[in-house]
């Protein structure tokens, strides 16, 4: 059998980080070399929201440049990393009689290779891409993170990728470095508490927390790749935040690792 994988859920914050040096992307360099290698790897990000669920069942994904307004750089950015179609139909295996998509026009988008580029460098990891139904309620999406969890054992890395605060209505685009907002910071706080408890219910119903929780999660696309990764949680496995901080105010940069340090 192969080594149990962690699930981690990664706020990957501004594509500009895909080219970037600095503490958030020095800790995924981190976590990449610190983390068992994986077979391959499913990728849940907020920039793949789309009104169905779907897979990326592709063998050579391509590097989708889902931005704009960004320094020519990075739209020159490519991560050719392989795609799995054998995973593919193993995500559509677990997760039927769901029916899940199998998508070839679809690939990597900055919300997995911006990550992963400082994570696995080489993109010599297999990687395959699972769409977020926009359809759907939180529970939906925390129940499919559920069905996933045999994967970790199965040596793959389960990644989420997205923001647990996400307001770009309030970001400090362009500015002096800003002081994170109060709400974000409560927030951000009372969401690392109930994960350390285990106690996902008000994660999952968030907009029930308040004021905090809607000016953190004003759309849920950022938000729900969390829910996937704290769904493959099993009892008594701990949990860790292998990177902290907060972009421009309103982004938590919260990295959030379900099992194994290593």
């Given at each position: 059998m192969a080594q149990r994988m962690p699930a981690i859920f990664f706020g990957h914050g501004n594509p500009m980080n895909a080219i970037g040096?600095?503490?958030?992307?020095?800790?995924?360099?981190r976590?990449?070399?610190?983390?068992?290698?994986?077979?391959?790897?499913l990728a849940i990000s907020a920039h793949w929201y789309i009104p169905a669920t779907a897979v990326t069942a592709n063998a050579a994904p391509r590097t989708i440049h889902d931005f704009g307004g960004f320094p020519p750089e990075l739209s020159q950015v490519q991560y050719?990393?392989?795609?799995?179609?054998?995973?593919?139909?193993?995500?559509?295996?677990?997760l039927a009689p769901l029916d899940v998509?199998?998508?070839e026009s679809w690939g990597l988008d900055h919300g997995t290779w911006s990550v992963l580029k400082h994570v696995y460098p080489a993109?010599?990891?297999?990687?395959?891409?699972?769409?977020?139904?926009?359809?759907k309620p939180a529970s939906f999406?925390?129940?499919l993170g559920s069905r996933l969890t045999p994967l970790r054992d199965e040596g793959i890395l389960i990644a989420?990728?997205?923001?647990l605060v996400h307001n770009l209505h309030a970001y400090a685009w362009g500015r002096h470095p800003a002081a994170p907002y109060d709400w974000a910071l409560r927030f951000e706080a009372k969401a690392r508490e109930l994960m350390l408890a285990g106690d996902y219910a008000p994660l999952i119903d968030y907009e029930k927390l308040g004021r905090d929780a809607l000016l953190s999660v004003p759309t849920p696309e950022h938000?729900?790749?969390?829910?996937?990764?704290?769904?493959?949680?099993?009892?008594?496995?701990g949990l860790s935040f292998p990177v902290e901080g907060m972009d421009g105010g309103s982004i938590s940069m919260l990295a959030v690792r379900v099992g194994n340090k290593a």
């Open positions: 040096h600095n503490g958030y992307t020095e800790a995924w360099r976590i990449g070399e610190q983390t068992p290698r994986p077979k391959a790897i050719p990393a392989p795609g799995d179609p054998a995973l593919a139909s193993r995500v559509r295996q677990l998509k199998p998508d993109a010599d990891v297999p990687v395959v891409q699972l769409g977020i139904d926009e359809t999406h925390f129940e989420g990728s997205g923001n938000y729900l790749p969390l829910l996937y990764v704290l769904g493959t949680r099993r009892d008594g496995e």
